[in-house]
Nanobody, 116 residues
Framework: QVQLVESGGGLVQPGGSLRLSCAAS????????MNWYRQAPGKERELVAVITGTGGSTTYADSVKGRFTISRDNAKNTVYLQMNSLKPEDTAVYSCNARVRGLDSWGQGTQVTVSS
């Protein structure tokens, strides 16, 4: 059974940094791309970043390009999202996602609040 567990959210001031983690289990982690999404109140869910199974390729939403970095450690079955230069508009619940054998799996999400 696929399980994804996020951690690392919190309250941070504008301009600050946070690193989110997503620990995965129940599937062969290195074979699958991993995604980070976010959803702010009253807004649609947004795909923030994607990393391929080997980590050799990444893509980002324009809104976070140059500020966020997605990475993974296949030995630890963990994907990360390093978020720098955070802005109030980055406030959202961040969730990791994997599509394993055609089915989408989600973590419980972690709240990121950017506010002074």
């Amino acid at each position: 059974q696929v399980q994804l567990v996020e951690s690392g959210g919190g309250l941070v001031q504008p301009g600050g940094s946070l690193r989110l983690s997503c620990a995965a289990s129940g599937f062969t982690f290195s074979r699958y791309s991993m995604n980070w999404y976010r959803q702010a109140p009253g807004k649609e869910r947004e795909l923030v970043a994607v990393i391929t199974g080997t980590g050799g390729s990444t893509t980002y939403a324009d809104s976070v390009k140059g500020r966020f970095t997605i990475s993974r450690d296949n030995a630890k079955n963990t994907v990360y999202l390093q978020m720098n230069s955070l802005k109030p508009e980055d406030t959202a619940v961040y969730s990791c996602n994997a599509r394993v054998r055609g089915l989408d799996s989600w973590g419980q999400g972690t709240q990121v609040t950017v506010s002074s």
